[in-house]
Nanobody, 119 residues
Framework: QVQLIESGGGYVQVGGSLRLSCTSS????????TGWFRQAPGEERQLVAA????????HYADSVKGRFTISRDTAKNTVFLEMSSLKPEDTALYLC????????????WGQGTRVTVSS
């Protein structure tokens, strides 16, 4: 079993930046991939960015390319999501998730950290 704990959410003005962290524990082997999802009220959950534990390959949603950067600190079992040039439409609950093998499915989930971008 893997436990995921997110942190770093909060309130920020349009154009501002935030860094989210996701720390994992509980399993000796690393998940294949860790992703950040977001869910706004009334909308479907969306994969924002993902990173492979080995090799560091990344994927981004088109809506965040060039603004968000996902990275990892393997020694600290932590994945980061650097968000810049934030827009009101980035407001959502951001959840960290991890897979066991391959890029899907995501089987481990954190509780989420809320990001609010105010204009």
């Amino acid at each position: 079993q893997v436990q995921l704990i997110e942190s770093g959410g909060g309130y920020v003005q349009v154009g501002g930046s935030l860094r989210l962290s996701c720390t994992s524990s509980g399993r000796t082997s690393s998940p294949y991939a860790t992703g950040w999802f977001r869910q706004a009220p009334g909308e479907e959950r969306q994969l924002v960015a993902a990173i492979a534990s080995s090799g560091g390959a990344t994927h981004y949603a088109d809506s965040v390319k060039g603004r968000f950067t996902i990275s990892r600190d393997t020694a600290k079992n932590t994945v980061f999501l650097e968000m810049s040039s934030l827009k009101p439409e980035d407001t959502a609950l951001y959840l960290c998730a991890a897979t066991r093998e391959g890029w899907y499915p995501y089987v481990y989930w954190g509780q989420g950290t809320r990001v609010t971008v105010s204009s």
